[in-house]
């Protein structure tokens, strides 16, 4: 289809002509032996069915490339799209969300979402809140076990929510994370250290309402979308936003708009200055929880948000705050070209 005789709201954006998509399946990896929990942060073909048909109807040729080993092998023999929209999480290590992002980058492919420095850095749990911290946003009192030596030495107000350190989805999150004694402590850090294969973050234990913000655009065009509530359903089989509760989240969780007011324009407020902070771009999504006075503090950041058009949050708030699927889309890969025309 050319320029001249497509509709007007695409000529903008079907300016470039090939989007590469890139993207962790987890069939794909599950065909490679690799057990349900290890790719539970992987995508399903219904969301990148989902991604193709929007970008498709935006005017864009796209090209499915798969994962970071299919991107590094077709940029070595020489492939080039105009554009990658990119939502790979990459496999192994903490910097892993980066992996996509700097090959691209090395290569000088313009794409979506944060640069690499983000990336890595957002994914250690640790190593964001220390920023957070220092950027004056409350987030609560933690530490950091790197050994089972490292368990005696915590020292914090009970109880503690314990968690990996670099993973997402709720991932090594279950009933057991909320903690109330040494001993459970002990067993459950024990527990990550030895399934996960890396550090364990601990803090305290934030006991109030749960919200979730997204962010569109960058720098000081970046603003808030929405912000959802997250609740968790009696019966479920953990009374926190666990990985089981996310994958089943129609039968355990209840999700709605923020109630308008004082608390949601401050939760709104944090979250902007967290994203600014960490120079965020295209669109992200953080939590926030009350702590035991009902004030907010900050919990995760999310610089590569799920995209599943009913099952992620990002399209869920976008949802509640009047954008349809194929707007939200647009509105990522709108900015993610403003830039690469700004770089040249």
């Not at 709720?170 to 030895?194: F, H, I, M, P």
């Not at 590569?304 to 509640?320: C, V």
Request: hydrophobic content about 40%; glycine content about 8%; proline content about 7%.
């Amino acid at each position: 289809m050319s320029e001249a005789v497509m509709p007007a709201k695409r000529q903008t954006l079907a300016r470039a002509r090939r989007i590469g998509l890139v993207y962790d399946l987890r069939d794909a990896y599950l065909a490679e032996g690799f057990s349900p929990d290890d790719v539970a942060e992987f995508d399903s073909p219904s969301t990148i069915d989902a991604l193709d048909r929007a970008l498709r109807s935006l005017g864009f040729q796209v090209v499915r490339i798969g994962h970071g080993r299919r991107l590094a092998e077709r940029l070595a023999r020489g492939d080039r799209w105009d554009l990658v929209f990119t939502i790979a999480e990459g496999l192994r290590g903490r910097s892993r969300e980066a992996q996509a992002p700097a090959l691209l980058e090395l290569y000088g492919v313009p794409y979506t979402f944060s640069d690499p420095l983000t990336c890595a850095l957002t994914l250690d749990k640790a190593l964001t809140k220390q920023l957070v911290r220092a950027a004056g946003i409350p987030t609560p009192p933690f530490h950091v076990v790197c050994s089972k030596a490292d368990i005696g030495g915590v020292r914090l107000n009970g109880p503690l929510f314990v968690k990996p350190v670099a993973e997402g989805t709720g991932k090594g999150v279950d009933a057991r994370s909320c903690v109330r004694t040494r001993r459970e402590l002990g067993a459950v850090c024990r527990r990550l250290l030895r399934r996960h294969a890396q550090p364990v973050l601990v803090e305290e234990y934030l006991p109030g309402r749960e919200f979730t913000i997204a962010v569109l655009g960058a720098d000081d065009d970046a603003r808030v979308l929405g912000a959802m509530e997250i609740s968790v359903r009696p019966g479920a089989p953990a009374r926190d936003y666990s990985h089981e509760v996310k994958e089943r989240c129609e039968q355990y969780a209840r999700y709605f708009p923020m109630p308008p007011g004082a608390l949601r324009r401050r939760v709104e407020a944090l979250a902007l200055k967290t994203y600014r902070a960490f120079q965020c771009r295209d669109a992200g999504r953080l939590d926030f929880r009350l702590d035991r006075r009902g004030c907010p503090a900050f919990l995760e950041i999310n610089p590569i948000p799920g995209l599943h058009p009913t099952h992620s949050d990002l399209p869920m708030i976008a949802t509640q705050a009047g954008m349809s699927y194929r707007a939200l889309i647009a509105a990522i890969v709108r900015g993610a070209l403003r830039r690469a025309r700004e770089k040249t």
